[in-house]
């Protein structure tokens, strides 16, 4: 029996690429920062792992990874978010003698997970993004700030779920922010203002040999937080053309492994425009898997030399709900929560699954509810919620 080991325990993500490689046997183990996660409880987790902090002490945890796939014998491993992600990248010429990380190339890599990289990335492709600039320096920024057209976007190079994001409405207001985020990660981008238009995702697979084996568009319905966050509800569609300027971007970009593109309506004039690029596995992974697309099995087959037919059509109109505890912090921030479409407590009914609740699989609950217990009084967890 082939064994994956699973990062990120606690996120959603996780839970979903368990269940889908445990339903089909393949011996999972799931590692986190605590034992009180989500994934833990699922039945399709054969063995719960606590290891270091890979943003705190990111060589421990190489430490810690190294002994853990010797250990277990893991055959494959998938990196489920970004800071196990960075350590990976780091040492994956180390880490390709021991097992199998199914990740594109380092420099590949480097483009996708860096906004300004990636932004100029496309720039390059003729795709659509919104105009944006790269100073080098203060006194740069402070010759350029005159001549823009306010409001204007401060983006932290590397970051998600919106977070270090900052909106300048004036030219002083826009030299402090850039300042204040500089000093938090040198040289962020700055990016004209268009809008908190619909968001849409797009989904992609490639081979090792960088050819497309997978796709997969989603609609973000609802976010928390409300105006910035991630999405809490999505809806699979079908959108041919939005496809083709995925494609033109990623041909630019040898790619191996998943990888999600965020594109916005532009509200000045109703165009799509790019936004960036998530060299990984995506928050919402369950709704590509309910509507067809099972990105974790795909990726694992491909990681095992097994031949993988390509997966180009899905159901359309399907909807994936993050209730817990996404959607319900969404319910309460929202001033219109009784015209939500779907309702919060919608179901097959409205054509809506769940993300983590699942009758044949019910302890995940469980682990959400002990999870919330063992952070209820950690504030360090709170800020990270909430704060963007």
């Not at 300042?179 to 968001?199: D, M, N």
């Amino acid at each position: 029996m082939k064994t994956v080991l699973l990062t990120n325990g606690q996120q959603r993500k996780t839970l979903a690429a368990a269940r889908s490689l445990g339903k089909r046997g393949i011996n999972v183990i799931v590692a986190e920062e605590t034992r009180f996660n989500i994934s833990a409880f699922s039945k399709y987790c054969s063995k719960s792992l606590v290891y270091p902090s890979p943003k705190k002490a990111p060589e421990e945890f190489y430490k810690w990874l190294t002994a853990s796939i010797k250990k277990y014998d893991c055959d494959v491993v998938f990196p489920m978010d970004d800071d196990v992600l960075e350590v990976v990248m780091n040492h994956s010429h180390e880490l390709s003698k021991m097992c199998t990380i199914p990740l594109p190339s380092k420099e590949s890599y480097e483009t996708a997970c860096d906004k300004g990289n990636a932004i100029k990335l496309v720039q390059g492709s003729g795709a659509p993004c919104p105009k944006t600039i790269f100073p080098d320096s203060l006194s740069s920024l402070k010759a350029l700030a005159a001549t823009m057209n306010y409001p204007m976007v401060i983006k932290p190079r590397k970051s998600s779920g919106s977070r270090g994001i900052r909106i300048a409405h004036d030219e002083e207001e826009l030299l402090g922010l850039y300042e204040e985020a500089h000093s938090a990660q040198p040289f962020p981008v700055v990016q004209e203002y268009i809008g908190l238009g619909e968001r849409y995702d797009v989904c992609l697979l490639y081979d090792k040999n960088h050819k497309l084996i997978a796709h997969f568009i989603q609609k973000e319905i609802r976010h928390f937080p409300v105006d910035i966050g991630p999405s809490t509800v999505q809806m699979s569609v079908e959108m041919p053309e939005l496809l083709e300027t995925a494609l033109s971007i990623m041909k630019q970009l040898p790619w191996y492994g998943v990888v999600e593109l965020e594109f916005m309506i532009d509200q000045r004039d109703n165009k799509l425009k790019f936004m960036e690029i998530n060299p990984r596995f995506w928050g919402s992974l369950q709704m590509a898997i309910a509507a067809g697309v099972d990105f974790p099995w795909l990726l694992y087959k491909l990681a095992a030399g097994e031949f993988v037919e390509k997966v180009l059509k899905y159901e359309t109109g399907l909807m994936c709900k993050w209730l817990l505890p996404g959607d319900i912090f969404h319910f309460i921030s929202n001033k219109s929560r009784r015209n939500m479409n779907p309702p919060l407590f919608s179901g097959k009914r409205h054509k809506v699954i769940d993300d983590t609740i699942d009758i044949k699989d019910p302890l995940p609950v469980l682990g959400f509810i002990l999870a919330c217990l063992r952070y209820v009084f950690d504030i360090n967890m709170w800020k990270f919620i909430f704060k963007r």
